[in-house]
């Protein structure tokens, strides 16, 4: 019996051993492509979505000069929070050090009033307007980019999220000098909102940048792109982790606004713009001023959680409405494309007939949209019906109903005042990002680990790209949009080009740190 036991355990130092040495091949590995991003990609700590393999061409949203980086997902940002993960899963230094030159980046380029624009440029204001004057002006569809503001925005939550890395690396170790470029972040967005609780697309205000005849849409109130939620949710994370009582009332006047522009029946829906008067609006040339489906299903869902942070059943009392309007607003069986799709993306204000968008032309001087109700030859790269899951918000909403205030708010971050094992509120914020890290499961840690080059790289291929700025010779400038057919489906570059990828070094890096963390 005691040889058997000893047996056991040689066995087992046997197998720990192994596994050592595996964790170990995949903290190098993850060592390497890491230092070929910071040491060789990066600009000045900061980083565009891909490159081509030479560095000789990069692409944010838009190609972008070498001198710019990105700070809209995925880019700047992404790749901080992937550094800090990797911090806190290896404590390897080498991964704070990269974090801060992201934090050092994003602090350079601070709005001076305390937010982002979507790309900072280290050759200063006078490139980044050579850029919206070339490659900006002409990219077809992208009107977010077609000109020059000089203001910082919330679109794609641009600015709550370069600011919640701030306030995630400022906790990582309470280091001052992060502190006050955070401080000026939460006062921005505070200066931003609105009284009525919302936030504009762009800030500080712009009202004279019209866009195809209409009113500049930027001032509106805004919820595409998470505009109004990615500002709210930060709000919450400094309350939560920083204790400060003044963001309260901002936090319970942002999410009043939700209760304040569901639209009455028989249309208790919502949209994504609204004008000063909380009416329905316009925003780009393919998004009319009509109710959506799709911002319905997600903004009753926050609702939902507004009542667990809360306990206010008012943001429950009209669930039921947007309920019934997503049901009567249904398309059609012969619009519904062989049952994968619910409803139109826009839904006209009064009739709820659908609206599409569609568009005709090359580029910016001979291409137009236009907005009617025939639901052929949709607009491609916007989308122009939605698949809603009406049950699921159905569902949601009973469980969510039958809970009593006292058991709703139970986990809420505005009311919590203890934490689980001892902890503070900084490290509770800190260690939920890892208890959730996410990783792609179809692919194994041995193909992550092959992939990489010696170079340290993981390079991809069949990347969307667009053509660079060029001036022909009659006079006419090139179309700086990705490349498109013309209803904007995407033509990705089918050729042997190699790119270096933000998002796979992201994708790739999860897996192994992952595999890291299961193993402790």
């Known amino acids: 019996m005691r040889k058997i036991c000893i047996s056991c355990l040689i066995g ?60 809209q997902e995925p880019g700047t940002v992404s790749m901080g929070n992937l550094f800090l993960d990797a911090y806190q899963i290896t404590k ?3 991964y704070y050090q990269a974090a801060e030159r992201v934090a050092e980046a994003l602090i350079w380029g601070q709005h001076p009033r305390g937010g982002w624009n979507y790309m900072i440029d280290f050759a200063g204001d006078r490139s980044l307007k050579e850029w919206y004057n070339t490659t900006g002006k002409n990219a077809w569809g992208f009107e977010e980019h077609n000109q020059y503001y000089g203001n910082a925005t919330f679109d794609d939550v641009t600015t709550s999220k370069a600011a919640e890395f701030l306030l995630r690396i400022y906790l990582e170790k309470l280091d001052p000098r992060f502190k006050p470029a955070l401080d000026k972040a939460i006062d921005f967005i505070l200066e931003a909102q609105y009284p009525l609780g919302g936030w504009p697309q762009r800030y500080p205000l712009m009202h004279n940048h019209p866009h195809h005849g209409k009113e500049d849409y930027t001032s509106f109130y805004t919820y595409n792109d998470d505009v109004i939620w990615g500002n709210l949710e930060f709000l919450i994370d400094c309350y939560y982790t920083l204790g400060e009582q003044r963001l309260l009332d901002p936090i319970h006047r942002a999410m009043n606004f939700f209760i304040l522009t569901q639209q009455g029946n028989p249309q208790g829906g919502w949209t994504e713009q609204y004008d000063m008067n909380l009416r329905p609006a316009h925003a780009r040339s393919y998004e009319p001023a009509g109710l959506m489906p799709g911002a319905t299903f997600r903004i009753a869902m926050r609702m939902l959680d507004f009542y667990k942070f809360t306990g206010d059943r008012r943001f429950l009392a009209r669930i039921p409405d947007a309920i019934a309007w997503l049901e009567a607003s249904r398309l059609p069986d012969h619009q519904t494309e062989n049952g994968t799709r619910t409803h139109s993306t826009f839904v006209e204000v009064g009739t709820n007939r659908g609206l599409y968008a569609h568009r005709k032309g090359t580029g910016v001087a001979d291409g137009v949209y236009w907005v009617d109700y025939d639901d052929k030859n949709l607009l491609a790269h916007y989308g122009g019906k939605a698949n809603v899951n009406i049950q699921r918000l159905k569902d949601e909403y009973e469980k969510v109903n039958k809970l009593t205030p006292e058991e709703a708010t139970a986990n809420s971050p ?46 991809t291929k069949n990347e969307w790209i667009s053509r660079p700025y060029a ?32 998002r796979e070094y992201i994708k790739n890096m999860n897996v192994l740190m992952k595999t890291v963390l299961e193993a402790q």
Do not use: C
């Open 92 to 94: 390897d230094e080498y």
């Open 12 to 71: 087992l130092i046997f197998v720990n051993t192994a596994v050592g040495q595996d964790i170990g091949r995949v903290k190098q590995t993850m060592l390497k492509a890491t230092k070929f991003m910071v040491e060789e990609v990066s600009t000045h700590g900061g980083y565009v979505g891909f490159y081509f393999e030479d560095l000789s061409r990069r692409w944010g949203e838009l190609e972008a000069f070498d001198t710019q980086i990105w700070v």
């Open 471 to 502: 001036i022909s010779a009659d006079g006419k400038e090139v179309n700086t949009a990705r490349l498109s057919d013309e209803n904007g489906n995407s033509i990705r570059d089918n050729s042997d080009q190699q790119y270096i990828s933000v």
């Open 414 to 459: 505005l009311k919590a005042t203890r934490f689980e094992r001892g902890e503070t509120p900084q490290q509770f914020f800190l260690t939920k990002r890892i208890r959730e890290l996410e990783a792609d499961l179809s692919l194994t840690v041995a193909d992550v680990m092959d992939k990489l080059d010696s170079r340290g790289r993981w390079l």
